[in-house]
């Protein structure tokens, strides 16, 4: 039985990770907005009972319903088979994909530092400073993490050589950094080794390469998390 992903139809955001993960493990999903629209997504969600998700995404499987990014794809990983087979070892695959979930809200608070409800012209001149604290500060301090953690098992994923959920998310985050600031990433090109590995090394997955270049596949834009605003790549 198909997965149902419940995600906004018109942006990458948080969804993409789902559907990176899905597509390269070959795992099947109903993208149920893109199909429907996003009224459908807002009818749906309000009519689920229990503890509803509190935004999406969210998945349903069967009379299962899991929100948040991590746990939704620790979730699909555990049920396809698609871990370690080691407890541990998932838990500090889980505690990675926790760590992006952390990273990726900060790439968001960049260009709305003050709130996610005020426009981005709006708040431009505190986008401006935080963007240059973001891209001294924060991007090395997670990527060289991440960077560590493939390094661990060898690359070039970050169970060596055996893909994960942790791989496409952070696949996913390297392509958003380079559409996002690609002044900065092609500055500091040849600083996270392995982390560039793994962005070559994600897309040879099979099943993932079709789906790359198909129209299924979303592009950034300045509606979701990475968005490119040249006064913010400002080297």
Avoid at 192 to 211: D, F, S
Wanted: include cysteine.
């Amino acid at each position: 039985m198909s997965v149902e992903l419940w995600y906004w139809p018109n942006i990458p955001g948080r969804g993409e990770f789902i559907r990176l993960f899905c597509e390269a493990f070959q795992i099947d999903y109903t993208d149920m907005a893109r199909e429907q629209n996003a009224d459908a997504l807002v009818e749906h969600m309000h009519g689920l009972e229990g503890i509803r998700p509190f935004a999406p995404p969210y998945i349903v499987d069967g009379d299962v319903t899991i929100g948040q990014t991590p746990l939704i794809l620790q979730y699909l990983s555990d049920k396809e088979g698609h871990g370690s087979g080691e407890m541990e070892v998932d838990l500090q695959l889980l505690q990675l994909q926790l760590d992006i979930a952390d990273f990726v809200e900060e790439v968001h608070s960049v260009h709305h530092p003050i709130a996610s409800e005020v426009y981005y012209a709006d708040q431009m001149d505190s986008a401006f400073e935080k963007a240059g604290y973001f891209r001294a500060q924060r991007i090395p301090k997670y990527l060289i993490h991440f960077d560590n953690a493939i390094a661990a098992n060898g690359g070039p994923f970050s169970l060596g050589q055996q893909p994960s959920h942790v791989d496409t998310s952070l696949f996913q985050i390297m392509e958003g950094l380079d559409y996002m600031f690609p002044n900065y990433m092609k500055e500091m090109q040849g600083t996270w080794t392995y982390l560039e590995g793994l962005q070559g090394a994600v897309p040879e997955i099979e099943g993932l390469a079709e789906y790359l270049a198909s129209e299924q596949r979303m592009e950034f834009n300045e509606d979701g998390i990475f968005r490119h605003y040249e006064e913010l790549d400002d080297q």
